[in-house]
């Protein structure tokens, strides 16, 4: 398969509805469950281990229109709340068992009542995680945290999960992250090699499909592309940073491109990478997820680590890139993401490091606005 033929698998497979994805996997699999995951972290290893399939749920982009999910929800809040409660109205989660939240910000915690009001039948639960990673007791709490899950898991699939279950599944996982790794990896020495939409496009698809089809299929994107070449430009380099949660169009990702940047990093779908290294399975392994949650996660502003400010993070990403700018790209109205730029943009500021803001929204046509701005952002630097 070439690496252009994997893209467009990938594409196609992010076309289907969770929900019917979810169902053409049960009726493979007779008996299975599956569970949707809302970003950003979901220890997806909890739901695999007890032999259901994980999909991501992180709402309709521009293929859902509104119609009931406004009512629900106060005019300024982010696109990705609306449209995730409105693929459940339009009967597009329909295959799913259940979906779990956890505590990212407001939104999604009133959503996951909204979602547990309107639809009685489906399993809806909302994990805590700590707030604290620092605490002595994250941890514990997050271990505990992580068993009461469990318990509800085993509730609904009928049957216990033993460690070795658990430790097989964060295998599983530790090889998926891995292949994401080195495909980022690649991209920040490569990036003419392999352009932001195309990286976006394998990365989603993680959460379209089952660990153990897309483990092989990444796999041989990574091989397809190391027999590609091209001729690296002029352009500036950039790390992209604010798209944690809800997903900026692919077209607003070929048009940052265009305007004359690479893209090195990015926090894309950073839940379903969210590691730095593999989770250790020489021990407990609901305590090895708990404390690689602590010591092993990306940055990121859903998480709050006292031990090490985010700002720092983002500057490590910056250096280790070897980044020229920042393009700031947060979704419309999202709090979390909004917060933290004032903070990113001190430290920015202070090491002298240029950025951009795009905001955006899943529901986005034209990006000629957006094209202007970069292309003004990159002449200014090009030509300084
Ligand atoms: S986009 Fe931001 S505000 Fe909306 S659910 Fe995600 S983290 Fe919360």
Redesign the pocket.
Known sequence: MTFEAIVEECRARLARPPGEVAATWKAEHPGGRAIGC???YTPLELIHAAGALPLAVAGGGTTVELTHADSRFQSF?????KTTLELGFQGRLAGLDGVLFHS?????RN?SSVMRRNFPDLFVEYLHLPQNTASEAAVDYLEAEYRRLLARLEGLVGHPVTDDDLARSILAHNWRRGLLRRLYAFRAQAPHLLSLAECALLTRAAGAMPVESYGPLLEAALVALGAREGRLKDRVRVVVEGA???QPPLGLLEVIEEAGCYVLDDDLMTGWRWFTEDVPVDGAPLRALAEAYRDRSEYS??RHDWRKPKAQGLLEKVRRAGADAVLFL??K?????LFDYVLYREALEREGIPHLVVEFEEKQWTFERTRNEIETFVESLLFD
């Open positions: 809302f970003p950003v809040v982010c696109s990705i709340a990212i910000c407001d939104v999604a959503l944690f949660c809800e502003s859903i947060p979704a109205f999202c709090e979390p993401a």
